[in-house]
């Protein structure tokens, strides 16, 4: 399994941002995606999930109405499209999926949000 996370950078309050998760080692269409962020000193959270098909989506309270998960099956990628980013959005951002192999994130893809 390989998690390929893109897309971060430098951003200023309330810009936008898009994510992307490229994956592969796995059959992508038949399993639920998270993303999760870590800023320094925190734990590891979660912060938006979708379900096989895309028919559900969750979020953290934080992010709600700002950001927005999706997935595209024929390309085996999931992103994470931010906006209204605020300071504290700023954190090193994984995508994850859960398998029968195990938990697997990527290396992560830096979010910084300054003025």
């Known amino acids: 399994v390989q998690l390929v996370e893109s897309g971060g950078g430098l951003v200023q309050p309330g810009g936008s941002l898009r994510l992307s998760c490229t994956t592969s080692g796995f059959v992508f269409r038949n399993y639920a995606m998270w993303w999760y962020r870590q800023a320094p000193g925190k734990e590891r959270d979660s912060v938006a999930a979708?379900?096989?098909?895309?028919?559900?989506?969750n979020y953290a309270d934080s992010v709600k109405g700002r950001f927005t998960i999706s997935r595209d099956d024929t390309s085996n990628t999931v992103y994470l499209q931010m906006n209204s980013l605020k300071p504290e959005d700023a954190a090193i951002y994984y995508c994850n999926v859960v398998t029968e192999g195990g938990s697997y994130y990527g290396q992560g893809t830096q979010v910084t949000v300054s003025s």
């Open positions: 979708i379900t096989v098909g895309g028919y559900h989506r």
